[in-house]
């Protein structure tokens, strides 16, 4: 499966973005689907991650309440809703797809990966 993000920009801190990450290939409700972030000198920290029909979501404590993912199976996309983004939300944003039961912390769990979408924010 091949992965597409979008959506990334400069926005000031209390706004919103919406990260799209689109998927092509077959079988996309096959595969759980994640969203790490990465900054400079630092791992890729799990942000977000859907199971592959939408009923099971886990959410890191840092964005929890802010952030929300989810998915079109139908479209093969995972979205990131991001409200009262944080200066330190600035990060490169990345979509994961794992064939699985369930989400992996561990990046390195994880088979394809989108290119990244940068998010900045502001203070």
């Known amino acids: 499966v091949q992965l597409q993000a979008c959506g990334g920009g400069l926005v000031q801190a209390g706004g919103s973005l919406r990260l799209s990450c689109a998927a092509s290939?077959?079988?996309?409700?096959?595969?759980?689907m994640a969203w790490f972030r990465q900054t400079p000198g630092k791992d890729r920290e799990l942000v977000a991650a859907i199971s592959r029909k939408g009923e099971n979501r886990y959410h890191a404590d840092s964005v929890k309440g802010r952030f929300t993912i989810s998915r079109d199976n139908a479209e093969n996309t995972v979205y990131l809703q991001m409200n009262s983004l944080k200066p330190e939300d600035t990060a490169v944003y990345y979509c994961?797809?794992?064939?699985?039961?369930?989400?992996?912390?561990?990046?390195?769990?994880?088979?394809?990966w989108g290119q990244g979408t940068k998010v900045t924010v502001s203070s």
């Open positions: 994961a797809a794992v064939r699985n039961d369930y989400y992996y912390s561990d990046y390195s769990r994880y088979d394809y």
């Open positions: 290939g077959r079988a996309f409700s096959t595969y759980v």
